[in-house]
């Protein structure tokens, strides 16, 4: 299935059915007066958080969305049925935007919650409606109204606790792949990781989830390499995991690394540097303990990140590991404690 976390939509709501314009007429009831009904309500159109769903998919072909109108009234007082509302199921997640003004609509993160994004006209009133002491046979009723009509987009940030960071190859995938469930495709060249993967971790007391997107390059946030639209993706996240490739054959030491890192996430709208930020130093199993402990304190003393916000690790072998999923449990469990 291809994931698509971007849609543009034109959805209409339905317009409210007519009031009538009726009078009563039978036999041996020479004054029967006015008894149009009430016009129906045209349809909403509501976005439903389905959490079986993880793709914006189901808009890619399809993008103009149209409720139904209201029934007009009729005689005897007969109101006109309201019609049904048009029932959208989006991802947990989904953002909604006005593609006009760009101005934030809805953020739809419950699970199972409907959210209205666009609302039935109300229904035309009919000449029964008009009588009064001073006007016993009123022609006048009134058309329904129009229901809304938008322009959105939607945008669909994943819901992670963690989020991976780093360059092309820095070992992401294989670490999220050795963690947890996921199998994101693991290659030996740039971009292997084409679009968000997420991971679920199973600790000793909590699970929590990971989500590892495409690498970036200097100059992403320009619209180099797969550019910086995939960092929607961690912009909820908690905790950022920057990953830091030390055997790296781009003649990019680990203090670049995370530089050039941090530039392009500082570009992005939200500033993603603001966030907790861990640096895991992969690939300790292809160069030397002395090595190790001058990237150790390169790292400390040129960027001022403590000791305890670093991790060497091997995503290949598994080294370090745990000591970091059992530290991103800890964080995590209390960051939610706290949020309770």
């Avoid at 006007?135 to 940030?157: C, D, S, V």
């Avoid at 963690?179 to 991971?199: C, D, E, M, N, Q």
């Amino acid at each position: 299935m291809n994931f698509i976390d971007e849609a543009f939509l034109e959805v209409r709501a339905g317009n409210g059915g007519a009031g009538a314009s009726s009078f009563r007429r039978e036999k041996f009831i020479p004054f029967g007066g006015p008894d149009g009904g009430d016009g129906g309500k045209g349809g909403d159109i509501i976005f439903r958080v389905n959490q079986n769903k993880n793709t914006l998919i189901d808009f890619q072909n399809k993008r103009v969305f149209i409720a139904k109108n209201g029934r007009p009234g009729s005689g005897k007082n007969k109101s006109g049925s309201a019609a049904e509302d048009l029932i959208l199921d989006i991802p947990k997640g989904t953002v909604v935007y006005d593609d006009i003004s760009n101005d934030e609509l809805l953020d739809c993160c419950d699970a199972n919650t409907t959210y209205v994004i666009a609302k039935g006209g109300d229904g035309g009133q009919g000449n029964a409606r008009f009588k009064s002491s001073t006007n016993q046979a009123p022609r006048k009723f009134t058309l329904g109204f129009e229901g809304e009509i938008r322009f959105i987009r939607l945008e669909l940030k994943s819901l992670a606790d963690v989020g991976l960071v780093g360059f092309p190859n820095a070992g992401k995938s294989t670490f999220l792949n050795k963690v947890s469930s996921a199998k994101p495709k693991i290659g030996s060249y740039p971009f292997t990781t084409l679009r968000p993967h997420l991971g679920t971790i199973q600790g000793s007391d909590s699970s929590f989830v990971i989500a590892d997107i495409p690498g970036l390059i200097e100059g992403a946030s320009e619209g180099a390499g797969l550019g910086i639209k995939f960092l929607q993706h961690i912009s909820r996240t908690g905790l950022l995991l920057i990953f830091v490739d030390l055997f790296s054959s781009d003649d990019l030491d680990p203090v670049k690394q995370i530089q050039l890192l941090k530039n392009e996430l500082s570009a992005y709208k939200d500033d993603l540097t603001q966030k907790v930020s861990w640096v895991v130093c992969n690939k300790i199993d292809l160069i030397d303990s002395d090595k190790l402990q001058f990237h150790s304190k390169c790292i400390q003393d040129t960027l001022k990140i403590s000791e305890q916000d670093i991790f060497f690790i091997s995503a290949a072998t598994g080294e370090g590991t745990q000591k970091l999923l059992q530290s991103l449990e800890e964080v995590i469990s209390q960051y939610k404690s706290d949020l309770a």
